[in-house]
Structure formats: structure tokens, C-alpha cells
């Protein structure tokens, strides 16, 4: 990349950066919560592109990542001392749990076999959620205290709406830089030499398989980083987290915003939820309506999402 | 815990039963994968939306026979129209793609079918109420007739596939497209009539079935997980396939529900998808190639 | 009746046929010899529709037929036996042909009729007509493809080298369906590596070389002074 380009790069992100740390205490406080919430909703994103977009396995099972990652926070708030990083930690273990499981048959699953695989393992989990009351209170999920923000041996303060946002964000921007560094590293390149031909990567001489077992992981990390900051945020979790609409919803930012590029998906969350919140104004809960029609016209009309579409015509 | 062995033999019979009704939604869904690699998300919206409209035609006409033909016709020309409009234009694009766009349509007929019918679940009547004694229970003979008619429909697929003229259409456009063309077929029509037949196979599913349970604008969720699950364990593409994986994966339900919740149950089919993905990706009832 | 214009093709950025200009009257053969990879299949092909012509004409019976599908042409009248022959493999012999009988305004007698001629010409196709087309040698497959051809009644058949890899028993039973068809008055678009058969049954012949037309001949002259077989051909 031309130091120019990496100017370009820097600035703006610097840009977009502070627009966000800034803009949110500025707007009411329905709207900040907005903006909070489709930070999360990106990160999401994010973690799904790393199989959708730059590995070209298509995840129908995001919910499963997100919503262990829930649980697993209300879990530790639940029963242990209220520790931010003890809660988030908890998310991340149950994660990596289902990350696991579902890495290990990844491996042996292409295309559409590994949509409806995932798509059927979040399934499992979310019977299992649904169905064992006594643990997961069912149907009504769980609801807990917010821990308090810490910072350990130095300070402890509650959250209020300003810091929580600040805290969200700067967990999603770390996280950003984090996964734009794996794909750009040589791990990343072969992800996407899998991506263009799985079996002349395979005769290069990589491990395919091992690559999708950690891209697997990986993905499904940050997907339960994400669950998590959701439960902190919202002190409750639900077994509609873990259904598959919401993978099916995480699919939907991916194509929106444009496939394997990171930042396009969080775009295309963005775009979903203004959209969502938009239509909701006049057709309530039938917002999805539109949003499927405009989501399969863009499957036909636009497979590179809005991010290539837009980079398209500034190239011109 | 000991089982009776009539509660058994009931349950059996419950899991054959609803075998049929599955192996018919999952006929439609292998039949238009088979033939033109379209995974088809919306194929459980196309259940749902055969079951309310079944409750329709009944609503004006009062026949339940016709509310059956009337829904498989009309979602029919549904499907018809959402191949045209959604899967033509994604024609040699990689199939993932087909998942993607009737994942979009699935949630608008959902949604529509909520927006046109309320969230209140509602019921098609039997056509006939008569019972038979098994053991120490009266059986409605309706669940019989699914069965049979489920099976009766599957048959009919299948001869019009091996003899009718457009099943060898199917077929010759299923092997080769582009000598089919050339042999005069038109093959975009051709397309189009497959998911019309897979749409209305659907559709005939949810109005058989739909007696037995009350309709409600989520029940397609429910069945496309399953009808997944069989295609895949029968054997992508593979007709006879699904049908066996139906029964024997309603079978080990029905099984199932004997120790634990129906709700629990399902987590049968899905160790049984887990199973063959491991021992035999490419479906247990498919023939070992030689 | 079918003329070639000019035709320019593409296959992705590799250019294939540079202009290519071609005849053919009513009920006439015609050879189009060549080496390997100049562009004759791609001839073919172009004139079924199933590779779009990026310029030039191709006009049949003095209608524009670039960019037609193909089913539509096959209606029209122009069968195409391709040179990998694509039977259908899991069809039996006889729903190979009944995909070309099943068409609108054709009488039940008339199919009999086409079926039964065909299995005269070749009788092993009615031995073998309960048979899967893949299970069939690769001779018999050729004779399928032809014969699947026929179904359509067309006033053209474009052949694309029947006579590949055949045993010269094969190869004579070809080219006796190909006078056949020529009594019949079907014209024939013969591509051909086997070069005294093609200037054998064919009136005219042309020449093509990296994608173009180098050279047009009545097949008797060609017959006489073989030079410019030798020059493109280097047989």
C-alpha cells in the first residue's frame, strides 16, 4: 500500500473515530443508545466477514457465537462478584466453546453444506436454551445487573450512557484494527487464496483445514466479544438472540455493506438498522417487508454491497 | 422406565405419519435443488403461506379438497413468480447466492402472512372425523389419509418425472442445460415450472398438515430446518432419499418424544445430520457409487 | 439460407473468431476443416447461440439470429451435434429422442414415423432403446446424437467431428447417415478433421486458420490439387 493511501486510510479513520466518540453524547438519548447498539451490531459484522467475506465459507450461524457470548457474560453476572472483565471473559469462554465445536466440522464442509451445518448447530444451541428453564429462564431469558466500569486497582465507577458508548467503542475500534491486521497479514492472504480456489491453495501446501478451524475461531471470538458488550449493555439476555433470523440478519449486513472489506459490513448493519428503524415508523413490525425486498434486490442487483458500489462510482 | 408397547406402536405410527408430511415438503425443496442447485430458504414461508391459504378457499368454499388443489395452484403461480423475479437473474451465479435471495424472500412472505393474517394461530377443520379403536385410543382416520395422500402425491412426481413429457424435459435440462437448449427445451421455462411443482408440493404439505396443527406465520421456520436436515441426510437432489431420511429421522422423533419434550426431540434429527455429515457427507440413503 | 457475417467472438478477453464469413445453401454440405484450436467448434457454437457474437451477422432463412436462444433456434430449424456428443447420459436411448419429438405441432403419426426411421438407419438404436444413454459405446453414442438431431426435423445440422476417435467401421456408418441426410435434403455444416471423408461428401469446403477464413474451395478442386490442404492442414 502507497503511503499516500495510507494517509488516506489514517485520516479518515481518525475522522470517523471521533465523529462517533463525539456525535453520541450531542444526540438524544434514544439515538445514542442507536448508535451504541449498531456499534455492537457491527462488530457482529465484522467477526462474520472474517468467514463470509475473506474466507468465503458462508456462516448461517452467527447467532450461536453471539448468543453464547451472551450467556456466558449473564452467566458470570449472575453468579459471580459483578467484574466487567470477569463477565466479558465469561462471554468469550462460552464463544470459543461453540467456536470449537463447529470449527471442527467446518473443516469438512464447503459452501452450502456449511451454511445449513452452521445454521442447524445454532439451532441445537438455541433448543438447548430455549427448552433448559431452570438454568436459562427459557423463553424469558435472563436479566442481571450492570457491572460497574473498572479499571482493576485503579478506579471503579458506574456506567452511565456517555462512558458505556465510549467503552463500546472503543472495544469495536480495537477490535477493528485487530481483525484489518489478520487480514492483512499472510494468515489473512491464505484465507482468501481459500476463498478464490480452496484447491490450489490445498496444493500449495497450506493446512486448509487448520486455517478454517482458526478462522472459525476467530470469527466466532469477536461474534461473542460482541454478545457480550450486547448483555452488558442491555442487562438481559433472550433466547431470540440465539435464533437463526439473527444469523440470517448477520448475513444481511454482510451483503448490504460489502463483503470481505470489514468496514462494509458495519455500513451494512448500520444501513439494516436505519432502515429497520425507519420503516418500523409507519409499518411497525412489517419493517421487514421492505427491508427483504430490498435486501434480495440487492442480491441480484448489487453483490458488492453498498461499499462497492460507492467505491465503484468514486473510481469513475 | 418402562414403555407400554401400544404407546410404542402408536408413536410409531404418528412418526410414519409425519414422515409423509415431511417427505413432501422436502421433495419440493431436493427437487428444485436437484435440478437447478437453488437452495430454497422461502420453501417453508411456501408451506406456510399453502396452509393460510387452504384456510381461505375454505373460508368461501367450505371444501376441503379444493382449498388442497386451490393453494397448491395459487402458490404455485407464486412460486412461479418469485423464480422469475428472485433466481432468473441469479442463473450460473454460485448457488450460495440462491440461499441469500430466498432468505430475503422467506422474510417477506413471512412477514406478509403475518400482516395479512394477524398473529392469531388458525385452524383448517378435518374433512372427515371418523376414528378407528387402536388398542385403548380412538385414531382419527384423517392421519391416515395424509399418509397415504403424501405418498400418493410423491408417486405421482415421480411418474410424471419418468414418463411424462416435461419430466423428461426436467430431467434432460437437469443433465445438461445447455444440449437441452439445444435439443429445443426451453430451459428458463423449464426452471420455472420445477419451482412452481416444488412450491406447490409445499403448499399441498401445509394444508394436509395443517388440520393437525394450528397455523400461525412462523411454521415454515419450523419445517425448512427439517426439511434441510432430510435433504441433506437423504442425499442432496436425491427424491427417494429424502423420503426415507424423512421417515426414519420422524421416526426417531416420535421415538424420542416418548422420554423427552417434542421441543427436545428435534435435537434427534439434528445429531442424525451431525452422524452423516461425519460418516457420509453425501447423504446415508444414496446408493454407494461404483 | 445460412449466412455467417463477419463474426467476431469472445470467450472472457480471449478473442476467438476474427470475422469469420460462411455459406451455406439449402440442402447443401459444407466442410470446414482446420487445424486443432482455429476457432471451427467456436463456428459452430455461434450459430447455436450458446457463445454470443460480440460483432457481425448471422442470418438464417434472411433473419438476424445473433443472440438468439438457443431452444429458439432449434425451433427454427438448426440441430447441433456437439463433438463431445452430450447424450443424455441417465436418459434411456429413447428419451434421448423423444427430447427432440416432444414439440409443439408435431402428430403422434409423424413421431412414429421419425423414430421408426431412424431406428432403420440405425438398428442397434432400437436394440439399445430401453438402455441409458452413458452405458452406450462411443460409436453408438455418436450414432444417438445424430439420430437425436434428426428428431428435430431440421433443415440444418451443424456437425462438430462425428467421426472423432471412431473405428472406420463407425466411421462408415457416419458417413452413410450423411448422405442420407443429404438425399433428404437437409443441408449439413460438417466440421471435420478427417479430410478425405469431408471433401468426400462435401460441395464446398473453407479453410480456417487462427480464427479466420483463409481459404474457400468446391471440395472437387480441392479433391484435384491438395496444396492448400497441405498448407493449412500440413497432412
Known amino acids: 500500500m502507497s503511503g499516500s493511501r495510507n494517509l488516506t486510510f489514517w485520516t479518515g479513520f481518525a475522522v470517523v473515530v471521533a465523529a462517533l466518540a463525539v456525535a453520541p453524547p450531542l444526540l438524544p ?288 | 422406565m418402562v414403555i407400554p408397547w401400544e404407546l410404542l406402536v402408536i408413536q410409531l405410527l404418528n412418526g410414519v405419519i409425519i414422515g409423509m408430511i415431511l417427505a413432501l415438503v422436502a421433495s419440493g425443496l431436493t427437487l428444485i435443488f436437484g435440478i437447478m442447485d437453488v437452495v430454497n430458504f422461502a420453501h417453508g414461508e411456501l408451506y406456510m403461506l399453502g396452509a393460510y391459504m387452504g384456510t381461505t378457499v375454505m373460508l368461501t368454499t367450505g371444501n376441503f379438497w379444493l382449498a388442497l388443489g386451490g393453494s397448491a395452484l395459487t402458490i404455485a403461480a407464486l412460486g412461479a413468480v418469485v423464480q422469475v423475479t428472485a433466481l432468473r437473474p441469479l442463473l450460473g451465479r454460485d448457488p450460495l447466492t440462491t440461499i441469500l435471495a430466498t432468505f430475503g424472500i422467506s422474510l417477506v412472505l413471512q412477514n406478509y402472512a403475518l400482516w395479512q393474517y394477524g398473529p392469531v394461530a388458525r385452524k383448517i377443520d378435518e374433512p372427515f372425523t371418523g376414528q378407528f379403536a387402536l388398542f385403548h385410543l380412538q385414531f382419527p382416520w384423517y392421519r391416515v389419509v395424509i399418509a397415504l395422500l403424501s405418498a400418493a402425491i410423491i408417486l405421482a412426481l415421480w411418474l410424471f418425472m419418468k414418463y411424462g413429457k416435461y419430466g423428461i424435459w426436467i430431467r434432460a435440462t437437469t443433465q445438461d442445460r445447455v444440449m437441452a437448449a439445444a435439443m429445443g427445451i426451453p430451459v428458463p421455462l423449464v426452471y420455472t415450472m420445477v419451482f412452481a411443482i416444488g412450491s406447490a408440493m409445499a403448499a399441498a404439505s401445509g394444508v394436509l398438515y395443517a388440520p393437525l396443527v394450528g397455523i400461525n406465520h412462523a411454521m415454515g421456520l419450523d419445517v425448512i430446518l427439517r426439511a434441510f436436515i432430510v435433504v441433506v441426510v437423504g442425499g442432496m437432489g436425491n427424491l427417494a432419499g429424502s423420503v426415507l431420511a424423512a421417515i426414519f429421522i420422524s421416526l426417531l422423533e416420535a421415538l424420542a418424544s416418548l422420554w423427552v419434550s417434542p421441543a427436545q426431540a428435534v435435537i434427534v434429527s439434528f445429531i442424525v445430520l451431525i452422524l452423516t455429515l461425519l460418516i457420509r457427507p453425501t447423504g446415508l440413503f444414496v446408493p454407494t457409487p461404483k | 439460407m445460412l449466412t455467417l457475417e463477419n463474426v467476431h467472438t469472445f470467450y472472457g478477453k480471449s478473442h476467438i473468431l ?178 478425405p471423408m469431408t471433401l468426400e461428401v462435401s460441395r464446398r469446403v473453407y479453410i480456417m486458420e487462427k480464427g479466420q477464413v483463409r481459404h474457400h474451395a468446391p471440395a472437387e478442386a480441392l479433391r484435384e490439387d491438395q496444396t492448400m490442404i497441405h498448407q493449412y492442414l500440413g497432412v
Do not use: C
Open chain 3, 18 to 195: 476474427h470475422g469469420v464469413s460462411v455459406e451455406v445453401g439449402p440442402g447443401e454440405v459444407v466442410g470446414l476443416l482446420g487445424r486443432n484450436g482455429v476457432g471451427k467448434s467456436t463456428t459452430l457454437k455461434t450459430i447455436m447461440g450458446l457463445v454470443r457474437p460480440s460483432q457481425g451477422r448471422v442470418v438464417f432463412e434472411g433473419r438476424d439470429i445473433g443472440g438468439w436462444a438457443p431452444h429458439r433456434l432449434a425451433h427454427l430449424g438448426i440441430a447441433y451435434v456437439p463433438e463431445d456428443r452430450r447424450i443424455f447420459r441417465l436418459l434411456t436411448v429413447y428419451e434421448n429422442l423423444r427430447t427432440g419429438l416432444d414439440r409443439g405441432g408435431i402428430t403422434e403419426q409423424r413421431k412414429t414415423e421419425l423414430l421408426e426411421k431412424v431406428y432403420e438407419n440405425f438398428p442397434v438404436l432400437r436394440e439399445r432403446r430401453n438402455q441409458a444413454g452413458g452405458t452406450l459405446s462411443g460409436g453408438e453414442q455418436q450414432m444417438l446424437a445424430i439420430a437425436r438431431a434428426m428428431m428435430l426435423e431440421p433443415k440444418i445440422i451443424l456437425l462438430d467431428e462425428p467421426t472423432e476417435g471412431l473405428m472406420p467401421r463407425m466411421v462408415t456408418q457416419i458417413r452413410h447417415i450423411v448422405d442420407v441426410l443429404h438425399r433428404e435434403g437437409v443441408a449439413i455444416l460438417l466440421v471435420e478433421q478427417n479430410v
Open chain 1, 29 to 316: 438519548p434514544f439515538w445514542e443508545r442507536f448508535v451504541t447498539e449498531i456499534l455492537i451490531w457491527g462488530l457482529l459484522a465484522m467477526s462474520s466477514d472474517i468467514l463470509i467475506g475473506y474466507t468465503g465459507m458462508v456462516s448461517f450461524g452467527h447467532s450461536a457465537f453471539l448468543g453464547l457470548g451472551m450467556y456466558g457474560t449473564a452467566a458470570a453476572l449472575l453468579l459471580l462478584p459483578p467484574n466487567l472483565w470477569l463477565a466479558m471473559s465469561f462471554g468469550l469462554v462460552g464463544a470459543a466453546a461453540v467456536a470449537i465445536f463447529v470449527a471442527y466440522f467446518a473443516t469438512r464442509l464447503r459452501d452450502i453444506y456449511f451454511a445449513i451445518t452452521t445454521l442447524v448447530f445454532s439451532q441445537i444451541f438455541y433448543v438447548i436454551i430455549f427448552t433448559w428453564t431452570e438454568v436459562t429462564g427459557g423463553e424469558n431469558g435472563l436479566t442481571f445487573r450492570q457491572p460497574p466500569l473498572s479499571i482493576p486497582f485503579l478506579f471503579e465507577t458506574r456506567f452511565s450512557r456517555e462512558t458505556l458508548h465510549w467503552f463500546v467503542l472503543a472495544v469495536v475500534v480495537l477490535s477493528y484494527l485487530v481483525l484489518r491486521r489478520v487480514t492483512q497479514s499472510p494468515f489473512g492472504k491464505v484465507l482468501q487464496a481459500i476463498r478464490e480456489n480452496e484447491p490450489r491453495t490445498r496444493a500449495i501446501g497450506y493446512h486448509v483445514e487448520r486455517y478454517k478451524m482458526v478462522a472459525v475461531m476467530l470469527s466466532g471470538l469477536f461474534a461473542g466479544l460482541a454478545g457480550s458488550l450486547y448483555a452488558i449493555q442491555n442487562k438481559f439476555v433472550a433466547p431470540d438472540f440465539v435464533f437463526f433470523l439473527i444469523s440470517g440478519e448477520v448475513v444481511i449486513f454482510n451483503v448490504m455493506g460489502g463483503m470481505g472489506t470489514l468496514v462494509g459490513p458495519v455500513a451494512g448493519a448500520a444501513f439494516f438498522w436505519l432502515m429497520r428503524e425507519a420503516f418500523s415508523r409507519f409499518l411497525t413490525e412489517y419493517y421487514l417487508i421492505p427491508v427483504g425486498l430490498i435486501f434480495t434486490a440487492m442480491v441480484i442487483f448489487l453483490p458488492q454491497g453498498l461499499l462497492g458500489f460507492l467505491r465503484r462510482r468514486l473510481n469513475e
